[in-house]
């Protein structure tokens, strides 16, 4: 129903900012609850952030509050992640998840997913 690509990752170094987009197609993103997961070597995929439809409701991990800001605009089928103050612990690939119902940080809920975006933190 949906196809989620991610772009803007790359390499930073610790204290800078970066900003993460994710371009849906198939169906209008308007249509969709949106988060942000990410996922170390090894370790479980672990969420980031979420908006709903109309941007009226976000969450955040605690990791992210106060760095990170998730947007969306739903004329350009987009969501953003606005990622400052980027931290050495940040180093992850990122993704971009769609729901049809408010799905917050419940990973298994999201039906869709995008294939990541290297984010690499240096000092």
């Known amino acids: 129903q949906v196809q989620l690509v991610e772009s803007g990752g790359g390499l930073v170094q610790a204290g800078d900012s970066l900003r993460l987009s994710c371009a849906a197609s198939g169906r209008m993103l308007s249509n969709y609850y949106m988060g942000w997961f990410r996922q170390a070597p090894g370790k479980e995929r672990e969420f980031v952030a979420a908006i709903s439809w109309g941007a009226s409701s976000t969450e955040y991990a605690d990791s992210a509050k106060g760095r990170f800001t998730i947007s969306r605009d739903n004329a350009k089928n987009t969501v953003y992640l606005q990622m400052n103050s980027l931290k050495l612990e940040d180093t992850a690939v990122y993704y971009c998840?769609?729901?049809?119902?408010?799905?917050?940080?419940?990973?298994?809920?999201?039906?869709?997913w995008g294939q990541g975006t290297q984010v690499t933190v240096s000092s």
């Open positions: 998840a769609a729901s049809r119902s408010w799905s917050g940080s419940r990973r298994n809920d999201y039906a869709y």
